[in-house]
C-alpha cells in the first residue's frame, strides 16, 4: 500500500518556523516530482510548492517565494520530501497535504490533478 505521511505541522507564532516532512511508505518517489498544497479553512486546496525529481528545479508559490524551501533527500531506500517554512504569518494557517505525481513524471507542476499519491494532511496554525 503505498502512503505519503506527513509530519511536523503544529502551533507557531507569527514570525516563527516550521519545518514539515513528507516520508513515503511502501514504495519511494524516487522518479516523480512532489509537491506541498494547502487548504486553509473555508478556502480551496491551493498550490505552495513543487520539487522536480532530481530537486534541481523547484516552483513556489508567489505567496511564499523567500519564505519557504522545498527540498527533497533521493536515497536509495528512502525518499523524504521537505518543506522550510519560515516568516509564517496568520495566512499560512491550514492544512498542508504532501503529493507526488505519476511515476515518470519528473518534472514540477502547479496543478493539482497533475498529483495522484496524497497524504492525508499535517495542520499548521500560526498565532497572531
Known amino acids: 500500500h503505498v502512503q505519503l505521511v506527513e509530519s511536523g505541522g503544529g502551533l507557531v507564532q507569527a514570525g516563527g518556523s516550521l519545518r514539515l516532512s513528507c516520508a513515503a511508505s511502501?514504495?519511494?518517489?524516487?522518479?516523480?516530482?512532489m509537491g506541498w498544497f494547502r487548504q486553509a479553512p473555508g478556502k480551496e486546496r491551493e498550490f505552495v510548492a513543487a520539487i522536480s525529481r532530481t530537486g534541481v528545479g523547484t516552483s513556489y508559490a508567489d505567496f511564499v517565494k523567500g519564505r519557504f524551501t522545498m527540498s527533497r533527500d533521493n536515497a536509495e531506500n528512502t525518499d523524504t520530501a521537505h518543506l522550510q517554512m519560515d516568516s509564517l504569518n496568520a495566512e499560512d494557517t491550514g492544512v498542508y497535504y504532501c503529493a507526488a505525481r505519476r511515476e515518470g513524471y519528473t518534472v514540477t507542476s502547479t496543478n493539482e490533478y497533475d498529483y495522484i499519491y496524497w497524504g492525508q494532511g499535517t495542520q499548521v496554525v500560526v498565532s497572531s
Open positions: 511502501g514504495r519511494t518517489f524516487n522518479h516523480n516530482a
